[in-house]
């Protein structure tokens, strides 16, 4: 069982950066995907970037050209970043971390990104 845990969350002005962090409980290897979905109030979960073992990476297109994913595998731990810059009203969301490897599926607690003025 791999347990998520997010971090980086905040408020930031539009057109600001912010780093979102997710470290999984284990170094995570072989086939999988890890990444980042988001929620905005009254809106179903939509997809904003993930990431393969192999490396190869997947956006949305809202953020495309905005936003960078980002894997360290570490001995012990695997983190997956998920660099936000030139933040507009609409990125705000509650932001969340997901694995996938096969057919096993986990899901971190939850950051909330705020753009705001």
């Known amino acids: 069982q791999v347990q998520l845990v997010e971090s980086g969350g905040g408020l930031v002005q539009p057109g600001g950066s912010l780093r979102l962090s997710c470290e999984a409980s284990?170094?995570?290897?072989?086939?999988?995907?890890m990444g980042w979905y988001r929620q905005a109030p009254g809106k179903q979960r939509e997809l904003v970037a993930v990431?393969?073992?192999?490396?190869?990476?997947?956006?949305a297109d809202s953020v495309n050209g905005r936003f960078t994913i980002s894997r360290d595998s570490a001995e012990t731990k695997t983190t997956v970043y998920l660099q936000m810059n030139s933040l507009k009203s609409e990125d705000t969301a509650v932001y969340y971390c997901?694995?996938?490897?096969?057919?096993?599926?986990?899901w971190g607690q939850g950051t909330q990104v705020t753009v705001s003025s």
């Open positions: 284990s170094r995570i290897v072989g086939i999988y995907t």
């Open positions: 990431i393969t073992g192999g490396g190869s990476t997947n956006y």
């Open positions: 997901t694995i996938q490897i096969e057919s096993y599926n986990s």
